[in-house]
Every structure is written in C-alpha cells, then in structure tokens.
Nanobody
Framework: QVQLVESGGGLVQAGGSLRLSCAAS????????MGWFRQAPGKAREFQAN????????KYADSVKGRFTISRDNAKNTLYLQMNSLKPEDTAVYYC????????????????WGQGTQVTVSS
C-alpha cells in the first residue's frame, strides 16, 4: 500500500509556472506506475500524464503536451509535474495516483490517490 500527498499548488497568472510534488510513503514507490490527473468543477477527472516505475514518461494529454513535464525521483519517493505556460483552463484540483499495473489513461486503473492540490490560473 502507498499513501500519496500532493503539494505545490497555488494561484498563478496565465503564462506562469508551477511545480507540483507528490510525496509517497512506503518502500515500494519504484514499483508503481504513477500518474497525474486533474478535475475542474463540474467536470470529470481528466488524465494529464503518466510515468513508468523506472522514470520514463509514458503519455501526456494532448492539452498539456509540450507545456507539462512529468518526472520522478525514486530515491526521494517523489513524483513531480512541472507546469509551464499555464492557461486559465488549467485551473483544477490536481491529483497524483499510483498503479500496480501499467496505469493507463483511465482513472480506474490507479489504485491509490492523493487528496489533491488546487491550481488556479488567473487571466
């Protein structure tokens, strides 16, 4: 089992940057495929990016490709999401998630979730 805690969210102007972190408990962080999702008010949870247990980025959502970068530091049990060129439509609660399997674009394939961190982008 793994527990996840996100941090790094906040208020930023359009065009700005934020770096989200997701700290994981437990010794087996490097066995999980990790993902980032977001959920805006009134909308479904939306896949953003995922990364293999070894640190290879696997997939980005088209809406963030070229602007967001997923990475992980297995020595620190931490997942990151570097977000650049932020837009007002990026405003959402961002969640990290862990999958014992391949971890697809579908939220139901991730077994563990953090509590989320709010990102607000002003125009």
């Amino acid at each position: 089992q793994v527990q996840l805690v996100e941090s790094g969210g906040g208020l930023v102007q359009a065009g700005g940057s934020l770096r989200l972190s997701c700290a994981a408990s437990g010794r087996t962080f490097n066995t999980y495929t990790m993902g980032w999702f977001r959920q805006a008010p009134g909308k479904a949870r939306e896949f953003q990016a995922n990364i293999s247990p070894f640190g290879t980025p696997m997939k980005y959502a088209d809406s963030v490709k070229g602007r967001f970068t997923i990475s992980r530091d297995n020595a620190k049990n931490t997942l990151y999401l570097q977000m650049n060129s932020l837009k007002p439509e990026d405003t959402a609660v961002y969640y990290c998630a862990a999958s014992l399997g391949r971890g697809s674009l579908q939220a139901h394939t991730y077994e563990y979730w953090g509590q989320g961190t709010q990102v607000t982008v002003s125009s």
